[in-house]
């Protein structure tokens, strides 16, 4: 089955970039990357996603690397509350079936 | 707006029961789609439905169904309850779906199966 895969946890000073990163090296070229955050006792929070070349917003900005195996969620300067778990998504399509596979997340802990 | 809203917010049931969730979408929005979340497999996709229809499944078996109303409104079921079915169970609306576009999350419905 599709893995997708980051780390269990980061560290980062608040007011720092924070960059996470998520291996999914079995994407087919059609995969959609997604990145979502979740709060305590929250459901996911949408943060930014792409196909294939870099993509910003107002929260963060995603790099998908070249060969497309790989993908990196940048956040420019971290705050408090974007203390979370980060999750890496794949939309993965088969056979006119859409599928999301969810990466086992990454905890984010912000140091004051 | 409201966000998505998901009732019950808390269930307790015993193995082999049936149970149902229910889901409202934000206002407008036409897609739902259901997730089941535990400690140990995380986050997985159960199902999406889009005009009252199944657009897209994911791998879980047949006891886990649902529905979705003329009004957008969501329900899913689990039949012959076990153990292992006690999770979180979220919900998320979105306007079209395609694409899987921004996904609007409910706070979930946490399930206990004793």
């Known amino acids: 089955d599709a893995k997708t895969t980051q780390p269990n946890s980061m560290e980062s000073n608040e007011e720092e970039p924070v960059h996470l990163p998520c291996n999914h090296s079995?994407?087919?070229?059609?995969?959609?990357i997604h990145w979502y955050r979740q709060l305590p006792s929250q459901g996911p929070e949408y943060v930014i996603h792409g196909l294939t070349s870099n993509v910003n917003n107002r929260m963060a900005s995603l790099a998908i690397a070249e060969d497309r195996k790989s993908s990196t969620l940048i956040l420019h300067r971290a705050t408090l509350r974007d203390a979370a778990v980060y999750y890496c998504?794949?939309?993965?399509?088969?056979?006119?079936?859409?599928?999301?596979?969810f990466g086992t997340g990454t905890r984010l802990t912000i140091i004051p | 707006k409201a966000g998505v809203t998901q009732t019950p917010r808390y269930l307790i049931k015993t193995r082999g029961q049936q149970v149902t969730l229910s889901c409202s979408p934000i206002s407008g929005h036409r897609s739902v789609s259901w997730y089941q979340q535990t400690p140990g497999q995380g986050l997985q996709f159960l199902f999406e439905?889009?005009?009252?229809?199944?657009?897209n499944k994911g791998n879980f078996p047949g006891r886990f169904s649902g529905r979705q109303f003329s009004n957008s409104r969501s329900e899913m079921n689990v039949s012959t309850l076990e153990l292992g079915d006690s999770a979180l169970y979220l919900c998320a609306s979105s306007l079209e779906g395609q694409g899987w576009e921004k996904l609007f999350f409910g706070s979930g419905t946490q399930l206990s199966v004793l």
């Open positions: 439905y889009f005009s009252e229809t199944q657009r």
């Open positions: 998504i794949r939309i993965i399509s088969n056979f006119g079936n859409e599928k999301l596979t």
């Open positions: 079995t994407i087919s070229g059609t995969d959609y």
